[in-house]
């Protein structure tokens, strides 16, 4: 993107046009494409302001949203692509104000430090985690190992209905009955050793 553009009909012109060329890019250029956009987004909040006079970083006034529901009108953005684009603008715009404006700021507008590319890998790297745990490996040796793979099997069997259950047809009631029960008898074995 030209970083010269700064007037609001030129950044529409280019979140527009990148928008549009996205719908029809390769994954990688896509990524590019969304980019742009969002830097484009951004900078057009900087010519919205919010009733105290600031910049509208958050994108919430009623006239900067009107100018992206413009942008993706002039893009073509089909109704069924249309939230996934924003969540994609969304996610790159949040990553460029966190770049752009300094902590006081970021604190001020109610926002995260960390962005969505740093809660991203934060997230993966829970999930991996878990994984872990019930991948096999090495014994879980640590309370907390502990006490975090016993959270997740109850989260997991909260979501196990004794009624469901009950309806299965015969044979698959049966293995899944065994399959209870065998967490059932492994955890009292345990409980009752300690």
Known sequence: ?????DTIDGLLKV???ALHESLSASDTRKTELLREV??????????????EGEP????????YRTWVREAMSRA?????????LQ????YHSGNILRDRLDDETLNDLGLRKSSP?????????RASNTLNLFNGGAELQTADEIRQACAL????????????VSALPAKERRAARAALQSVADRANEIAGAA
Do not use: C
Request: charged share 30%.
């Open 153 to 164: 099997i109850e989260a997991a069997l909260k979501r196990v209905n004794a009624s469901t």
């Open 1 to 5: 993107m030209n970083n010269k553009i």
């Open 76 to 84: 073509n953005v089909p109704s069924e692509q249309l939230h996934t």
């Open 87 to 90: 969540a994609a603008v969304r």
């Open 117 to 125: 590319r740093e809660r991203s890998v934060e997230k993966r790297e």
């Open 38 to 51: 969002a830097t484009a987004f951004v900078d057009a909040r900087n010519h919205f302001y919010t009733k």
């Open 15 to 17: 979140a527009s046009s």
């Open 56 to 63: 509208d970083w958050l994108g919430r006034t009623y006239a």
